[in-house]
């Protein structure tokens, strides 16, 4: 079981390009802060929680959450209205029941157990599980990428990507 904790609000998201490749079905995240990095303690290991083939990138010692990458097909994402409505910037630290083992992933949810919504006009996208999760609050942990955390935990993932090359699914 994960288990997801706001650790600071108002601490600027890591900073970085997040960025989806219709060709190779996936979300990229080029880190730009260094800094960004050092104020998260970042350790230099990299572990991940996966929503299916989507993974949610910490730092195996803390948890804290890093950003979001990963092979993510968008034939399978639905056209919807969604943008976050509750969207602040913060710190958040992930904790799994026998810790994290660096390079390797956590599932969180099987492929397809999730649904993605994209949103042409708002440009968001966002993967969930069924149903809306209430009291949500949206926590913007990197550039472009934002975390729903409720009291049952992880409730979806926002993204807000630049569309390699243009071209939108």
Do not use: K
């Not at 990458?69 to 026998?98: F, K, T």
């Amino acid at each position: 079981m994960s288990r997801f904790t706001v650790v600071s609000t108002g601490a600027a998201g890591l900073g970085g390009r997040l960025w989806y490749s219709v060709a190779e079905y996936s979300f990229g995240f080029t880190v730009t802060d260094g800094a960004g990095l050092d104020a998260r303690n970042w350790s230099g290991e990299r572990s991940s929680l996966s929503i299916g083939t989507l993974q949610v990138e910490v730092d195996p010692p803390s948890g804290t959450v890093l950003f979001v990458w990963g092979l993510h097909p968008h034939l399978r994402w639905v056209e919807g209205q969604c943008e976050p409505d509750r969207l602040v910037s913060g710190i958040v630290r992930a904790r799994v029941a026998n810790g994290f083992l660096a390079g390797a992933a956590t599932g969180i949810a099987e492929v397809g157990e999730w649904r993605t919504t994209w949103d042409p006009v708002s440009g968001w996208v966002r993967v969930a599980p069924p149903g809306e999760a209430r009291g949500e609050v949206q926590v913007l942990v990197a550039s472009q990428t934002a975390l729903g955390i409720s009291r049952r935990g992880l409730s979806s993932v926002w993204l807000h990507p630049e569309f390699e090359s243009g071209v939108q699914p």
